[in-house]
T-cell receptor, first 116, second 114 residues
Framework: DVKVTQSSRYLVKRTGEKVFLECVQD?????MFWYRQDPGLGLRLIYF???????EKGDIPEGYSVSREKKERFSLILESASTNQTSMYLC???????????????FGEGSRLTVL | AQSVTQLGSHVSVSEGALVLLRCNYS??????LFWYVQYPNQGLQLLLK??????LVKGINGFEAEFKKSETSFHLTKPSAHMSDAAEYFC????????????FGKGTRLHILP
């Protein structure tokens, strides 16, 4: 069964702390994505990657960075967490051969981050 | 640029009744269209998608959607609601270029009344 695993389901951090959110997929997918989900706003794309060591900004990259050192792993980093980054973070992956636009996205279960 | 609008952030239907969740898109050319579902405390999973071909698309769990170019719509329906259908549903759109990303609507939470 295909799987996208996010390392932490729930995190509580303090303002100014550095936060790492880890995502691992076992489907050999080239494309990986980080989304942020907030009530009434739907899903907003933070960053995506279509290959190892490659990254592209999404719609709301400010305050975030990413790392993709291995094909199966895509990390989201909050260098200095702020209260407005309290949210649900969703990782997803898809096959490269289908393009970014037509392929099915496979999602992890999400990481709910609270910044105090 | 593509965009998608879901009408109604909350929809309530009785068990056994028709489910209709509305989605309209904005695009200069027919795009690719998707419906995803998110059950409580889970990530999203694909219900169905339209890329080319038949405009009536069947998905999992008895859901289907019809692409209507003239109305720029891609509404999701199910003839008879089950309690297990209670979830949040997201319509999504993308363009025809391989580099176009999938854009999600704001979601509609479906409540099933006993």
């Amino acid at each position: 069964d295909v799987k996208v695993t996010q390392s932490s389901r729930y995190l509580v951090k303090r303002t100014g702390e550095k936060v790492f959110l880890e995502c691992v997929q076992d489907m050999d997918h080239e494309n990986m994505f980080w989304y942020r989900q907030d009530p009434g706003l739907g899903l907003r794309l933070i960053y995506f990657s279509y290959d190892v060591k490659m990254k592209e900004k999404g719609d709301i990259p400010e305050g975030y960075s990413v790392s993709r050192e291995k094909k199966e792993r895509f990390s989201l980093i909050l260098e200095s967490a702020s209260t407005n980054q309290t949210s649900m973070y969703l990782c997803a992956s898809s096959l490269s051969g289908t393009g970014l636009n037509t392929g099915e996205l496979f999602f992890g279960e999400g990481s709910r981050l609270t910044v105090l | 640029a593509q965009s998608v609008t879901q009408l109604g952030s909350h929809v309530s239907v009785s068990e056994g009744a028709l489910v209709l969740l509305r989605c309209n898109y904005s695009s200069s050319v027919p795009p690719y269209l998707f419906w995803y579902v998110q059950y409580p405390n889970q990530g999203l999973q694909l219900l169905l998608k339209y890329t080319t071909g038949a405009t009536l698309v069947k998905g999992i769990n008895g859901f289907e959607a019809e692409f209507k170019k003239s109305e720029t719509s891609f509404h999701l329906t199910k003839p008879s609601a089950h309690m297990s259908d209670a979830a949040e549903y997201f319509c999504a759109v993308s363009g025809l270029s391989r580099d176009d990303k999938i854009i999600f609507g704001k979601g509609t939470r479906l409540h099933i009344l006993p």
